[in-house]
């Protein structure tokens, strides 16, 4: 499927972008199986805390935060990202598997932050594939594709892991399992190399010099941490709320967390294009504006209104993603693409592991003398008035930044 290009080394197909896509999917899709039914699965099975509960959401974005940037130079050290991935998968579905087995709570965690390693290594791998599956102009197309399968993977595992759930608490790990071995199957069918053969690969040296030359990463790398902070929140308080609160079946939790993600997954795509051609900050701060109000207002919602809000916060996240994701790529040269990305990943697992944490602290501390509603009121209007912040700290610096790409682009015509 794979031909030459202009660019030098093989380039990926319509065909063999659509596999990644579908990879991407398989990939996230058993990220959050387990949300829906986290109650019975850890805090009920072994007798913890809802904050230890939260923090099995976390543990595994420790592992995560640790293995993405070493694994991305790594892969941008040897060249072998289609070995690296497969490997991750393999491993990865040994973990969901290892997380069945009747353990003590800590061997428990331990496993989980193996898992959180393994598969963030999985994806890493799988976004510096993407970055360099097409020609620079066109990067956008992979990337897109890519970023909208693994936010539909994410979409998708809750409302399954809901019904998994109702028939067997450990039913979403053991599917997780099959669904992870599936896309190591597809990954040794879809993923080429990309690079040129012969190509010198840049020591790790080489690898750290480029990155601290390269200092604006760091702004879409912030907006990646504060994106998976708030997601954390959505994945560990949001099921307490609406749960304790409001009384919500697991099922009904998992179409709710769906009908977040999957205008979250669909319109990443479209938006990403949108952004590419017209201005990326007016994307990701306004949409980040939005989505930093209907965050910090979810907890005074009243039952009836998730059916129609939590879509529409769905969206506004959308207008954020690929903008960011996009400025990751630019900011850094070809050569150390997936050390980047694996960056933005690590930069993500970090709000990931704060997101949960951050959440039940803040929601058992207030609701000691305010009960548990102003507990979780307090949880979700931190969280989104820390998008709001970043968005109004980062305005000034983005915008000089995409103003001088474009004097640049317009200079080289």
Known sequence: MASGSGDGGPRYSGARIAGLGVLAVLVLLPVTLPV????????????????????????????????????????????????????ALVLDAACFIALTASVPFAVFMAIRFVEGCAHISALSLLMGIA???RPEHERSLALGV??????LGVALGAPLGGRLGAIDALLP??????????AGALAALVVRETGRAGERRPGFAEIARLVRAHPLVALPLSFSFIDRFTVGFFTSTFVFLVRNEHEFAPARVGLLIAS??????????????????????????GGSVIYGVLVASLGFWPAHVFAWAMPLTGISAAVMFMPS???????????????????FNAAGSLGFIAGPLVGGAVSAAVSVEHGALAGYQAAFAVAGGSVLALSLAALV????????????RDGRR
């Open 146 to 151: 890519v970023g909208s399968g693994l936010l």
């Open 325 to 343: 994701m996009l400025m990751t790529t630019e900011t850094t040269p070809e050569r150390i693409r997936t050390t980047s990305l694996g960056a």
């Open 36 to 87: 829906p039914v986290l109650r019975e699965l850890v805090q009920h099975r072994f007798g913890v805390s809802e904050l230890a509960t939260s923090a099995f959401m976390s543990v595994n974005m420790v592992g995560a935060f640790l293995a993405a940037p070493l694994v991305g130079a790594l892969a941008d050290r040897l060249g072998r990202r289609r070995l690296l991935l497969i490997g």
């Open 173 to 182: 790990l053991e599917v997780g399992a099959a669904i992870v071995l599936g």
């Open 260 to 285: 977040f993600m999957l205008p979250f997954a669909l319109l990443s795509f479209p938006f990403g294009l949108a952004a590419q051609r017209t201005s990326r900050v007016a994307f990701l701060i």
């Open 397 to 408: 610096p983005l915008w000089r930044f995409e103003r001088a790409a474009r004097h640049a």
């Open 131 to 133: 970055s360099s599956a």
